[in-house]
């Protein structure tokens, strides 16, 4: 059926144009008057006055015919509106589309640099957790090896007083020896405890990555790609947002980067602990043999002088 779209005359040019069918109608003047404004209210007001609130009582070859031009009227207007309408959603749609891929498309390359950030953390904490571990296997072992031998009092072979200090020295650095080992072991428990939280941190932004990318390449016409979950839920945004997960991995990584400094100092403070004690005992040592070297020579000088005592008595008996 063809659509028709009534031409709007004026009030003189409709009447004139009618005025043969009202001269053989038998339509009075005051009805062919209503019909008019019937018309005029429809073309002016469109959809805002229906056809269905003109009450037209009769039914007339002429009036049928008004009927019709409003009717085919009202239905252009509401045909060109609704075109305009579907243009006018579907360019908003996809506009918003458009701007819902950029935000997804920034929001997969936020989660992508987080991902890094978490991989470099991750590396420099096991680093750090492995040379604690060798540091403490290396300072178990003499403090095993020195719990085996038994302890000598000062007194029991060398110099005494010499002997004794360096005992002292020897005891001194064990004790610290200990409580330096009980921290390492403190230390690499929180290591490990944070490279946990970075591990189900970087899982967390592996899958969201995914997610991301994927739906940042989704087009209307790749609904093939589309996955559909029954019973989808909005979480609100008291619960979760992208600001505050993005602030809980850098949350995350400022601990993880803190823990690191704290096990470079520990593993200073342990190689000064070394230093430390190597100087001490090698001072002492150095010292313990100065003071044996004297003792023995003047041992072999007392002897000296004992055996030609012992001769000039031979001598003289």
Not at 96 to 119: G, H, M, N, P
Not at 177 to 203: H, V
Not at 256 to 284: C, F, M, P, V, W
């Amino acid at each position: 059926m063809n659509t028709f779209t009534p031409q709007i005359f004026s009030t003189e040019e409709w009447y004139r144009n009618n005025q043969r069918r009202f001269n053989q109608s038998d339509i009075s003047r005051a009805e062919w008057f209503r019909y008019l404004c019937q018309y005029v209210l429809v073309c002016i007001f469109g959809e805002q006055f229906t056809f269905h609130a003109i009450d037209i009582g009769w039914i007339s070859p002429i009036g049928k015919q008004t009927r019709v031009h409003i009717q085919l009227y009202y239905a252009s207007r509401v045909c060109q509106q609704s075109k305009q309408l579907a243009k006018e959603k579907k360019l908003l749609t996809e506009t918003v589309q458009d701007d819902s891929t950029k935000k997804i498309a920034e929001r997969a390359k936020q989660v992508f640099d987080c991902q890094k950030d978490l991989e470099k953390a991750l590396e420099q904490l096991t680093t750090e957790t492995r040379k604690l571990e060798l540091r403490r296997n290396v300072y178990r072992t003499p403090l095993k090896r020195g719990a085996a031998e038994p302890d000598r009092g000062p007194g029991e072979s060398g110099p005494q007083g010499s002997e004794g200090i360096e005992i002292e020295i020897v005891q001194t650095y064990r004790d610290l020896t200990k409580m330096i080992i009980a921290e390492l072991e403190n230390q690499i428990k929180r290591n490990q405890q944070s490279k946990n939280e970075l591990e189900r941190d970087w899982s967390d932004k592996w899958e969201a990555y995914n997610l991301d990318t994927i739906s940042a390449h989704l087009q209307n016409t790749s609904s093939e790609q589309i996955a559909f979950y029954t019973g989808p839920q909005k979480i609100p945004n008291k619960w979760s947002s992208p600001q505050e997960w993005i602030e809980f991995t850098r949350h995350r990584l400022f601990y993880a980067k803190d823990e690191i400094r704290t096990s470079a100092i520990l593993r200073d403070k342990i190689n000064s602990h070394l230093q430390n004690g190597y100087k001490d005992l090698r001072n002492q040592a150095d010292l313990v043999e100065s003071v044996l070297a004297q003792r023995i020579n003047e041992k072999n000088d007392s002897l000296y002088r004992l055996k030609q005592h012992l001769l000039l008595v031979s001598i003289a008996d």
